[in-house]
């Protein structure tokens, strides 16, 4: 007997990746999105050659193929930013940052409706703890303007969930016995906590508000990680901290802001361009500039991010990895080891640990007391702040569940229990 196609949805909206599950028979169900796969890189790429808009790996795929056009990537990131009312240059006509987010949930709505085999029309979506750091104005405006986005794709029916605690009842789904766990969600963007009593008898229960004991959440996750390590390995091989003749340094704004996936195309404009070249007949070291000036021309600066990346996920497994950066030089490479890596990112490590000590005090709880750490989000897999956080943890076991999955399948759980 054929069930009718549910009408409820989970959406993970992240800032590297995205999923949409649903139930189904009873299960949490991670709809494909793209090639079969369950996430759907949260990329656009507006192809000036094709004159059409690209979605996920298919339009990371298109800018590092080098056609023409405009690759926006951690779109997420604009939610609670001054950059949300704003709009940039696309292909030679302004769009609006609101609108940029529109089109690709639309995207994602459309894909998981034709997967789905019927209409959604209600939807959980998962969100940071913060969304923005110690202003609770600017936090909820980034909510209400994602919810804004989700009526205008076509949702009728809009509700939020904790990331962290989506990927909790998820869990919960899995075990037998009743379990106190720090849910550690570690993501592109942000790191998420929440501590939650979860057993089956709970999660028979529609308000859970009694079984969770705190959340806590910072502004770190793994562009953050990517954008030190680019810093401290990359940028130096483009004139970061070089001198000038006149002994300053050279501006250090670009810099930052090619290090930062959402501001990169900032540095594609003309005028930078003709400062840098003007800075390069100054600078101490030109063929330092030089790459610098390679870079905004061929308007690499995706492809240098998506390099590092890609070092950074090397450097989870093995202790040293090597970035070929050929494209600006030949022969140009740069090695990164593990240790140089931990050094760049400590800041970041002990801005996680902080919030993890504010965490257990606020919940009133020893951290003995803790049975199960669940990591998940797809930066849960840096060695040095897995092992901070299970260092506070000694008691507790650490539980993995699927970095990219388990929060869009919990927040299915979700929503069937809503909209049921």
């Known amino acids: 007997m054929s069930h009718p196609a549910p009408r409820a949805c989970g959406i993970d909206f992240g800032t590297s990746n995205s999923t949409v599950a649903c139930m189904r028979a009873g299960a949490a169900t991670l709809l494909p999105l793209e090639d079969g796969r369950i996430t759907l890189p ?52 302004a769009l609006k940052f609101r609108e940029l987010l529109q089109q690709f949930i639309a995207e994602l709505r459309r894909r998981a409706t034709q997967e789905n085999g019927g209409d959604l029309e209600h939807v959980v979506i998962g969100r940071p703890v913060f969304f923005v750091d110690d202003d609770p104005v600017a936090d909820k405006q980034a909510e209400n303007t994602l919810a804004e986005i989700a009526r205008a794709v076509g949702f009728r029916d809009i509700s939020f969930q904790y990331e962290p605690i989506a990927a909790a009842f998820h869990y919960e789904t899995t075990i037998s016995d009743e379990q106190l766990v720090l849910v550690a969600d570690i993501g592109g963007g ?85 400062e840098q070249r003007e800075l390069s007949l100054e600078a101490q070291e030109p063929d330092k500039v030089a790459r610098l000036l390679t870079l905004i021309d061929k308007r690499a600066g995706h492809w240098l991010a998506n390099e590092v990346e890609l070092g950074k ?108």
């Open 42 to 93: 949260s990329v656009v790429f507006f192809n000036a050659e094709d004159d059409r808009t690209r979605f996920g790996r298919a339009g990371l795929n298109d800018y590092l193929a080098g056609y023409e056009g405009r690759l926006m990537r951690s779109l997420k990131s604009l939610l609670g930013s001054s950059l949300i009312d704003g709009s940039t240059e696309v292909n030679g006509r």
């Open 190 to 274: 942000t790191s998420d906590f929440s501590v939650i009593r979860l057993s089956p008898t709970r999660a028979q229960h529609i308000d859970r508000q009694a079984d969770l004991l705190a959340n806590g959440g910072v502004h770190v996750g793994g562009t953050d990680f990517d954008r030190l390590l680019s810093l401290d390995s990359v940028m130096p091989l483009l004139g970061y901290r070089s001198r000038l003749k006149s002994s300053l340094e050279m501006p250090s704004n670009i810099f930052f802001n090619l290090a930062t996936w959402h501001t990169i195309n900032s540095a594609y404009t003309r005028q930078v361009y003709a």
């Open 313 to 420: 996920i090397a450097l989870s497994d093995q202790e040293c990895a090597t970035l070929r950066l050929d494209y600006l030089q030949a022969g140009l490479a740069q090695g990164i080891t593990r240790r140089d890596f931990d050094a760049a990112t400590e800041p970041l490590v002990g801005r996680v640990e902080t919030t993890v000590n504010a965490l257990l005090r606020d919940a009133g709880i020893a951290a003995d007391a803790i049975d199960t750490i669940l990591f998940t989000g797809g930066s849960s897999g840096i060695p040095r702040l897995r092992e901070r956080i299970a260092a506070l943890l000694p008691q507790a076991r650490a539980v993995e569940c699927d970095p990219f999955g388990s929060i869009g399948a919990g927040l299915a759980v979700e929503a069937a229990r809503r909209y049921r």
